[in-house]
């Protein structure tokens, strides 16, 4: 919950901003697609970070309120910064699309998602007594296999 002004922004930069108030990338006439997918990949992984995830999680692990004071503040920052850069002051043209940069980054972001999703299902399934561990006996279990071996 402490990352979701990350997708707040995203999702009212795309939904809400004013478009008559200046150039605008994301809406409107003006949209440019590379502009909306790499915003929607932020949108995304915060939304899964942020909502999805946690509630998959069955913890009743307490989050020290201290934190709280430094996520905020940088999630909001983070989350203003990438959605109007995106969204306002870099318009990508429609051939950045098959630009290597851009299907490097793609290809880097869908693993780097995909190594997420596998990771979090494994460590969610240690939380639920799996036993993809090293040890079955202790309430802290420790992942092995796939990625984790290089951990």
């Known amino acids: 919950i402490f990352e979701s002004p990350n997708w707040i922004w995203a999702l009212y930069t795309l939904l809400f901003y004013d478009e008559d108030d200046g150039d605008h990338y994301c809406i409107g006439r003006r949209a440019s697609l590379p502009n909306v997918l790499l915003l929607s990949w932020f949108l995304l992984h915060y939304l899964y970070r942020s909502i999805i ?10 989050f020290p309120i201290g ?3 430094f996520t905020v503040p940088y999630c909001m920052t983070n989350g203003y910064l990438q959605s109007y850069g995106l969204c306002r002051f870099q318009a990508f043209s429609a051939n950045y699309l098959f630009s290597l940069s851009f299907i490097l980054g793609s290809i880097l972001t869908i693993l780097g998602f995909t190594i997420g999703f596998i990771s979090d299902h494994t460590l969610l399934h240690l939380r639920r007594g799996g036993s993809s561990s090293s040890s079955s006996t202790s ?4 992942p092995y296999g796939g990625l984790f071996t290089y951990v």
């Open 53 to 62: 995830y946690p509630l998959l999680m069955s913890s009743d692990s307490k």
């Open 67 to 69: 934190m709280l004071a």
């Open 139 to 142: 309430s802290y279990q420790i």
